[in-house]
């Protein structure tokens, strides 16, 4: 018999969820474990940057629409400046993410920079300053994505204020209304 599973036990999003994760773990992986197989820097470098940008792509086009519902990107205005624009569902649709694909969400995009910098920590120590542009490169990706998407959370945060806050105000002004209307 079919065990019926209660809401929010399981992810709503496991193949998302799945690549959210994937590109991480290969970078990091192909990172620590190619230094015990293979000698040229020029493919660590390569390699290892492709599947950061892999990650940084995915988080930041698929993933984070999926899983938390924001999306961001950053223009250059007519004035030559630089200006962050978000989106993000309605609030209805926020109130409807799965809980569980949002932990994995935050914990893995702020994890992998953790990982990234305690990584270039031990390259410090080694002494391996090559390897230090990897981890920049891959570091700058992964804080890319969190002031990113930690951006786009405060401002939708705001935006359901000021939605709530409008409502609030126009439906008291229709109350006010219709009871001096009555008078």
Same mark, same amino acid.
């Given at each position: 018999m079919d065990?019926?599973?209660p809401p929010g036990e399981n992810y709503a999003n496991p193949k998302t969820c799945f690549f959210h994760v994937l590109f991480k773990a290969a970078a990091l992986a192909f990172y620590i474990l190619s230094a015990l197989f293979i000698d040229s820097f020029v493919i660590i470098f390569v390699v290892t940057v492709l599947l950061a =940008?892999?990650?940084f792509w995915v988080v930041k086009n698929v993933s984070g629409r999926i899983l938390v519902g924001?999306?961001?990107?950053?223009?250059?205005n007519e004035q030559g400046e630089s200006v962050w624009k978000f989106e993000c569902l309605d609030q209805e649709s926020l109130a409807r993410m799965n809980k569980k694909d949002s932990w994995l969400f935050w914990w893995t995009l702020y994890l992998t920079a953790v990982a990234w910098i305690f990584l270039g920590i031990f390259s410090l120590i080694r002494f391996q =300053?090559?390897?230090?542009l990897v981890i920049g490169v891959c570091l700058s990706l992964s804080i890319a994505n969190i002031v990113g998407?930690?951006?786009?959370?405060?401002?939708?945060k705001k935006q359901i204020q000021q939605f709530a806050s409008q409502t609030i105000a126009s439906?008291?002004?229709s109350t006010i209304q219709s009871a001096f209307s009555v008078v």
């Open positions: 065990r019926v599973q =940008a892999l990650d924001l999306r961001w990107w950053n223009e250059i =300053a090559d390897y230090l998407f930690t951006k786009c959370r405060k401002d939708a439906h008291f002004s």
